[in-house]
């Protein structure tokens, strides 16, 4: 189906435990080569340090937070994008009294999030 009506997709459980994420594309609507998340923090709430095999781009589209790609802490707010490559720990919260909205674009129909040491290999 070429049209993915966002408000019927289900919410699921982010890295916080919180019912946070609605993957808005993905293998389950019938993407073949992306996942698009629609995110949605609560106030205070953190996204645990975690990694993917890819790369992701995650768009801030309202709230202000605080991310960590690797070694580097920053400041995130509208109209920022986020390039966390590949084998790249990161993680991120929300600083703000509303709600931290965001976008996680990853290239794999099937993105997954690990919390598991990196693979061996130096990424």
């Known amino acids: ?63 202000t937070g605080e991310a960590t790609i690797g070694d580097e802490t920053f400041p995130i707010g509208p109209d920022q994008s986020l390039i966390v490559p590949a084998y790249t720990w990161h993680g991120y919260r929300n600083l703000g009294d509303g709600y931290l909205k965001v976008l996680a674009i990853l290239p794999h129909p099937d993105a997954v999030v690990h919390r598991e040491p990196l693979p061996s290999a130096e990424y």
């Open 1 to 63: 189906m070429p049209v993915v009506y966002h408000d019927e997709r289900p919410w699921v459980l982010s890295q916080s435990g919180r019912p946070s994420i609605r993957k808005i594309a993905n293998a389950e609507v019938g993407a073949t080569q992306q996942s698009i998340w629609r995110i949605e923090h609560e106030p205070g709430e953190v996204v645990a340090a975690h990694w993917h095999e890819y790369e992701e781009i995650i768009v801030v589209l309202e709230g």
